[in-house]
């Protein structure tokens, strides 16, 4: 058994090669779980080695009491013999069984959604809207206060913190139609009975409705990560590249409307490729040589005196700001204003600058944006109430059909839908490899292909359980509930190599014996199926009741771990029935070469205990 367990310990250990190959988010979020599972199995396997043949030796004297004697023992003997023995008298039958529970499997998977990562509760929240091209610094102050205000109007909202612009630094290039409002919440005590963060977005979305403002509320550090990583701050963005700026606009627009009609979209918006207006002094050559003015000290004239321009800079003990001059606002917020500017002349004569120039506004795109040196133009898509895999599928759908690109130009997906389908790529190329090692470690332990298929072809059963439970649990799949699966199908493994060893084991006993009839054939399977009872119902009580908690848990955080244990707790109700029927059933078929067994014999011997 000695060494079936040691490998056994590296199937589950291996199994988890996928999980350390994520990489991004992913490989950050679950990367330390894989690498203390397998620390802590390490450990384990050393100390079985090591310090429990010592205690063994000091702790395990005396008269040892048959394991027959304990009460749970014999009842569960008492429940799984008669199992056993029909699934003995129908083998076949039992192998159909399976297949069908297998299949029945089949229908949760098509309705299960998916997603990257579930949403995580964060504590506070972030509400992005984004306004139209156009809009003032003035307006976009009043719709600030006025979005603060139906905010403030919900009874969980504590505080209101807005912002509205680019802050003072070159790495946010944040336009001024984009609105960042931090709402933080009171305490979950305080809320109203009935009250969950689901609903509390609901309610926001439906409190805060202002013309011309798509809203979208999104946890603030998911945001900061996502808009990082892909610019993108929805769960669901579009980019369309091109190189003519009127059918990149023309395109989103297209997109944002197609958007809109699928079911789930709570807000699509398409960022503006025009719309955005500019004061161009147009210097007129000819007038400011009149008045021994060139272009440059004209310009220079427009930027210090409107734009401002440093002068020298104070310094406060130890800090230091700077002097910055320009004509006052009164003088410069209209185009009569800026025409009206005076101006000196080398001859010390006053002027206009509309003597000089023609001041007007023009329209022109609000923000460029490129990638991969080409155009781009960004939708925004938020989505509520249905997963994200199955929104976008109907989007690309709907504009694959609808939408018209012209030559040149190109769509592609983002935000954290571009982290799904990366992480989505990995596992594809990573899981199969991974199951080809597991195939050459079964055959190690076994020396037989038929064996190593057998435990290979009956781990989709064992997975069936976490899939129906994943269902019930109305959770979608996403990278946490691949690392659940994961961890299953390495137990599930497990499981199979030691119960088809103690199979093997009494088998080969009979067969040195020199028994090779039927009832020696059965026997054995009685003996070593048996005997397997008492450690599996340990494991398996073990493992729901460390992973319950985690299930069951509630806080930040809980999200994720929910989602990795639910697909364990599942598959321990049909990983069990996999080894304890369907392995003996799928083993005494494989052995009739050596052995007939017919089904009047059987039912003979059903009664008989190993």
């Given at each position: 058994v000695g060494p079936a367990l040691f490998f056994s310990l590296l199937i589950i250990t291996l199994s988890f090669i996928p999980v350390f190959t994520l990489e991004a988010q992913e490989g950050r979020l679950f990367g330390p779980l894989a690498f203390t599972k397998t620390y802590a199995m390490a450990a384990a396997a050393g100390l079985s080695v090591t310090l429990v043949p010592v205690l063994m030796g000091y702790w395990i004297r005396g008269k040892i009491p048959d394991e027959h004697r304990n009460p749970i023992n014999r009842g569960l003997i008492w429940i799984y013999q008669p199992a056993l023995d029909a699934v003995l008298r129908w083998p076949k039958a039992t192998l159909l069984v399976a297949v069908l529970v297998f299949l029945t499997g089949l229908w949760p998977v098509s309705r299960l959604g998916g997603e990257f990562l579930p949403p995580l509760d964060e504590g506070d929240l972030l509400y992005m809207p984004t306004a139209l091209p156009g809009l003032s610094a003035q307006k976009a102050s009043e719709l600030l206060q006025q979005t603060d205000r139906l905010i403030k109007t919900v009874p969980e909202v504590a505080h209101v913190f807005g912002k509205a612009g680019r802050a003072d630094?070159?790495?946010?290039?944040?336009?001024?139609?984009?609105?960042?409002?931090?709402?933080?919440?009171?305490?979950?005590?305080?809320?109203?009975?009935?009250?969950?963060?689901?609903?509390?977005?609901?309610?926001?979305?439906?409190?805060?409705?202002?013309?011309?403002?798509?809203?979208?509320?999104?946890?603030?550090?998911?945001?900061?990560?996502?808009?990082?990583?892909?610019?993108?701050?929805?769960?669901?963005?579009?980019?369309?590249?091109?190189?003519?700026?009127?059918?990149?606009?023309?395109?989103?627009?297209?997109?944002?409307?197609?958007a809109k009609t699928v079911p789930g979209v709570s807000s699509a918006l398409a960022e503006r490729m025009t719309g955005?207006?500019?004061?161009?002094?147009?210097?007129?050559?000819?007038?400011?040589?009149?008045?021994?003015?060139?272009?440059?000290?004209?310009?220079?004239?427009?930027?210090?005196?409107?734009?401002?321009?440093?002068?020298?800079?104070?310094?406060?003990?130890?800090?230091?700001?700077?002097?910055?001059?320009?004509?006052?606002?009164?003088?410069?917020?209209?185009?009569?204003?800026?025409?009206?500017?005076?101006?000196?002349?080398?001859?010390?004569?006053?002027?206009?600058?509309?003597?000089?120039?023609?001041?007007?506004?023009?329209?022109?795109?609000?923000?460029?944006?490129?990638?991969?040196?080409?155009?781009?133009?960004?939708?925004?898509?938020?989505?509520?109430?249905?997963?994200?895999?199955?929104?976008?599928?109907?989007?690309?759908?709907?504009?694959?059909?609808?939408?018209?690109?012209?030559?040149?130009?190109?769509?592609?997906?983002?935000?954290?839908?571009?982290?799904?389908?990366?992480?989505?790529?990995?596992?594809?190329?990573?899981?199969?490899?991974?199951?080809?090692?597991?195939?050459?470690l079964l055959y190690l332990i076994f020396a037989r292909f038929g064996e190593a298929l057998l435990i290979m072809a009956t781990l989709p059963f064992a997975l069936t359980g976490g899939v129906w439970f994943l269902y019930l649990l109305d959770y979608d799949l996403s990278v946490a509930t691949g690392v659940g699966f994961i961890a299953l199908a390495g137990v599930s493994a497990e499981f199979g190599v030691i119960m088809l060893l103690y199979l093997k084991n009494a088998w080969t006993e009979r067969l040195d014996a020199g028994s090779k009839d039927e009832h020696a054939l059965l026997d054995a399977i009685r003996e070593g199926a048996v005997q397997r009872v008492r450690p599996k119902a340990m494991t398996v009580a073990v493992i729901i009741a460390g992973l319950l908690p985690i299930l069951w848990g509630s806080g930040t955080g809980s999200e994720i771990m929910s989602r990795i244990a639910a697909p364990m707790v599942g598959g321990m109700i049909t990983a069990p029935l996999l080894s304890l029927f369907v392995l003996p059933a799928a083993y005494l078929l494989m052995r009739r070469k050596q052995s007939r067994v017919t089904p009047t014999e059987v039912t003979h011997h059903a009664g008989e205990q190993p």
């Open positions: 630094t070159a790495t946010d290039a944040a336009p001024l139609t984009m609105f960042e409002t931090t709402i933080q919440f009171k305490p979950r005590d305080q809320w109203r009975p009935g009250m969950t963060p689901e609903k509390l977005v609901k309610e926001l979305d439906q409190a805060v409705q202002v013309p011309g403002m798509a809203n979208l509320w999104i946890p603030p550090i998911r945001n900061r990560i996502d808009m990082l990583a892909t610019g993108i701050k929805s769960p669901i963005g579009v980019k369309v590249y091109g190189t003519d700026l009127a059918q990149i606009d023309k395109t989103t627009q297209a997109i944002e409307r197609i955005g207006r500019y004061i161009d002094v147009d210097i007129d050559r000819a007038a400011a040589a009149r008045y021994g003015l060139n272009i440059a000290g004209v310009q220079a004239i427009v930027a210090g005196a409107i734009g401002g321009a440093t002068i020298g800079e104070t310094v406060e003990g130890l800090a230091r700001y700077p002097i910055s001059l320009r004509y006052p606002r009164e003088w410069r917020d209209s185009l009569s204003d800026l025409r009206n500017l005076p101006i000196y002349t080398p001859q010390g004569s006053q002027i206009t600058l509309g003597t000089v120039a023609t001041v007007k506004v023009t329209e022109g795109p609000p923000m460029l944006k490129s990638e991969n040196a080409r155009l781009t133009g960004w939708v925004y898509v938020d989505v509520r109430d249905r997963d994200m895999a199955t929104v976008v599928k109907e989007i690309r759908a709907k504009v694959d059909d609808e939408a018209k690109l012209e030559s040149g130009m190109s769509i592609s997906y983002s935000g954290q839908f571009e982290f799904m389908e990366r992480a989505n790529a990995k596992l594809k190329l990573v899981v199969p490899a991974t199951l080809v090692i597991i195939f050459v």
